[in-house]
T-cell receptor, first 113, second 113 residues
Framework: GQQLNQSPQSMFIQEGEDVSMNCTSSSIFNTWLWYKQDPGEGPVLLIALYKAGELTSNGRLTAQFGITRKDSFLNISASIPSDVGIYFC?????????????WGLGTSLAVNP | GAVVSQHPSWVICKSGTSVKIECRSL??????MFWYRQFPKQSLMLMATSNEGSKATYEQGVEKDKFLINHASLTLSTLTVTSAHPEDSSFYIC?????????FGPGTRLTVL
C-alpha cells in the first residue's frame, strides 16, 4: 500500500540535543499526525495538524503542516532519555467514514544519557 | 485522550488453531474500528476497516476468510485469526475512532508455534 517518505530512518543523539524528522508525500493530505510508539505498545498520538501552514506545540514537541500539504516535520527540543522510541508520521484525507491513515516507515530515536 | 484496550496482550498458540483478539473502546463509542499488523522494525499495515453493524472492508492482499472481523457493538470489535500458521505471528494493533481522531490499543503479540 501507499506509504509516506519519512526521514531519517534512525537517529542516535546525546541527551539535551534537539531532534528533527520529516515526512513527505506525493499526495495532498488534509490532516497530518505524529505518533510515538514504545516497544511492545500501540502508537500514541503526539500532535495532530489540520491546516496547511499550522505550527503546533506540545511541550518540547513542535510540528508543522507544510504549506503544500504534502509534508510535515516534527521537532523535539532538549531530548531526554524517555524520548526513546519510534516516531511515525501519518497523513489522512478526510473523506467518508472509511478515511484511512497513510503511514511513514518510522524514525527510531535513541538518546544517550 | 480516549482509551482503547486489547485482550489478550500476548498469546502463544499451536499451528492450526484459531485465536480471537478483542478490541474495546472504554470511554467512547467507536463507529469505526481498524485492525493493523506490524512486523518487527516496520510500520503499521492496515488489514481492515469495520463500521459497527456492517461487514469489514479488507485491504488488498488480506484474506477475509482467514482474518475474521466482527464489529458487533459500538465498543467492541474482534479479530479472529483462523487456522493460524507461524507466518501469522505478528503484533496486531486495533484502533478506534468515534468521530475525530483514531486512538490505538496497546497491541497483541501473537506467536504461532
Amino acid at each position: 500500500g501507499q506509504q509516506l517518505n519519512q526521514s531519517p530512518q534512525s537517529m542516535f543523539i546525546q541527551e539535551g540535543e534537539d531532534v528533527s524528522m520529516n515526512c513527505t508525500s506525493s499526495s495532498i493530505f488534509n490532516t497530518w499526525l505524529w505518533y510515538k510508539q514504545d516497544p511492545g505498545e500501540g502508537p500514541v498520538l503526539l500532535i495532530a495538524l489540520y491546516k496547511a501552514g499550522e505550527l503546533t506545540s506540545n511541550g518540547r514537541l513542535t510540528a508543522q503542516f507544510g504549506i503544500t500539504r504534502k509534508d510535515s516535520f516534527l521537532n523535539i527540543s532538549a531530548s531526554i532519555p524517555s524520548d526513546v522510541g519510534i516516531y511515525f508520521c501519518a497523513g489522512q484525507i478526510n473523506a467518508g467514514n472509511n478515511r484511512k491513515l497513510i503511514w511513514g516507515l518510522g524514525t527510531s530515536l535513541a538518546v544517550n544519557p | 485522550g480516549a482509551v482503547v484496550s486489547q485482550h489478550p496482550s500476548w498469546v502463544i498458540c499451536k499451528s492450526g488453531t484459531s485465536v480471537k483478539i478483542e478490541c474495546r473502546s472504554l470511554d467512547f463509542q467507536a463507529t469505526t474500528m481498524f485492525w493493523y499488523r506490524q512486523f518487527p522494525k516496520q510500520s503499521l499495515m492496515l488489514m481492515a476497516t469495520s463500521n459497527e453493524g456492517s461487514k469489514a472492508t479488507y485491504e488488498q492482499g488480506v484474506e477475509k476468510d482467514k482474518f475474521l472481523i466482527n464489529h458487533a457493538s459500538l465498543t467492541l470489535s474482534t479479530l479472529t485469526v483462523t487456522s493460524a500458521h507461524p507466518e501469522d505471528s505478528s503484533f496486531y494493533i486495533c484502533s478506534a475512532r468515534g468521530g475525530g481522531e483514531q486512538f490505538f490499543g496497546p497491541g497483541t503479540r501473537l506467536t504461532v508455534l
